[in-house]
């Protein structure tokens, strides 16, 4: 995977300014303010700052927190960081193809894998499918 490195000014650019709070900033969006977090519909979630295939749909759940949750990652896409800001011990997930903050890993989930990727909506894009399967095929997601 090629890796991407903008400046903050070019980033700026590209971005919202809600987006760039949150994926240059660190920022959370508001609770239950993403459309994402009742979304049903097959696809695949990419980074909004790079296109990077993160989440397949079939991965997402509803944890009830307000934010779009998930209980894995497509390998290889995600790093975790140690975050211990704001007098919290969490674990920080950001794209691994552009080190843009997505949100926070927890291990509170309710599926086998016991994770739970809590994300803010405003750092993903749907890339909706009719089958995910033939998608992921054809991708090599």
Same mark, same amino acid.
Request: hydrophobic residues 30%.
């Given at each position: 995977?090629?890796? =991407? *490195?903008?400046?903050?000014? %070019?980033?700026?650019? $590209?971005?919202?300014? &809600?987006?760039? &709070? ?6 959370? $969006? /508001?609770?239950? #303010? @993403? #459309? ?10 990419? +980074?909004?700052?790079?296109? !990077?295939?993160?989440? /397949? @749909? @079939? /991965?997402?759940?509803? #944890?009830? *927190? ?10 290889? @896409?995600?790093? $975790? =960081? ?9 674990? %920080?997930?950001?794209?691994?193809? +552009? ?15 016991? !994770?739970?990727? +809590? ?12 089958? &995910? ?9």
């Amino acid at each position: 995977m090629q890796k =991407i *490195t903008k400046t903050e000014e %070019e980033w700026k650019a $590209e971005l919202t300014p &809600e987006q760039y &709070e949150v994926l240059r900033g660190k920022g959370t $969006e /508001a609770r239950m #303010s @993403s #459309s994402l977090v009742h979304e049903k519909a097959d696809g695949m979630y990419m +980074c909004v700052a790079c296109g !990077n295939p993160l989440f /397949a @749909s @079939s /991965a997402k759940f509803d #944890s009830g *927190t307000g934010w779009p949750s998930f209980d894995q990652a497509i390998p290889g @896409s995600v790093e $975790e =960081i140690t975050d211990d800001s704001h007098g919290m011990h969490r674990t %920080e997930v950001v794209c691994a193809r +552009c080190k843009s903050h997505l949100g926070h890993i927890f291990n509170d989930g309710p599926t086998a894998t016991g !994770n739970r990727y +809590c994300l803010n909506g405003v750092c993903l894009d749907l890339q909706k499918t009719d089958t &995910e399967v033939d998608d992921q095929r054809e991708h090599n997601w």
